[in-house]
């Protein structure tokens, strides 16, 4: 099975920047897309971006487009969330997945990675 383990969240100031990562371990031959989604509390998870493994085409949310970019070194198996002109809006945990065909959805998760946004 396919392990994701992200790291990189903390406490940033409204306007400032983090870089989440997430180095996936095991089959990772496997992975046809890797992505990000957030879960804030009393809300359901959400959508963050997404980036193809093998072509690096990429999908964002309209909330995160022109702030977020997310990427992935395929050498190191780890896909990244750099975060930039964050919001206090954006304070969630922030999940990272993978899709591992022939499921067409997010089969595996990592544990998540709490960001928060001060105002």
């Known amino acids: 099975q396919v392990q994701l383990v992200e790291s990189g969240g903390g406490l940033v100031q409204a306007g400032g920047s983090l870089r989440l990562s997430c180095a996936a371990s095991g089959p990772t031959f496997t992975i046809y897309r890797m992505g990000w989604f957030r879960q804030a509390p009393g809300r359901e998870r959400e959508f963050v971006a997404a980036?193809?493994?093998?072509?690096?085409?990429?999908y964002y949310s309209d909330f995160v487009k022109g702030r977020f970019t997310i990427s992935r070194v395929n050498a190191k198996s780890t896909v990244y969330l750099q975060m930039d002109s964050l919001k206090p809006e954006d304070t969630a945990v922030y999940y990272c997945?993978?899709?591992?065909?022939?499921?067409?959805?997010?089969?595996?998760w990592g544990q998540g990675t709490q960001v928060t946004v001060s105002s």
């Open positions: 980036i193809v493994w093998n072509t690096g085409r990429t």
């Open positions: 997945a993978a899709d591992t065909p022939p499921t067409s959805a997010f089969n595996y």
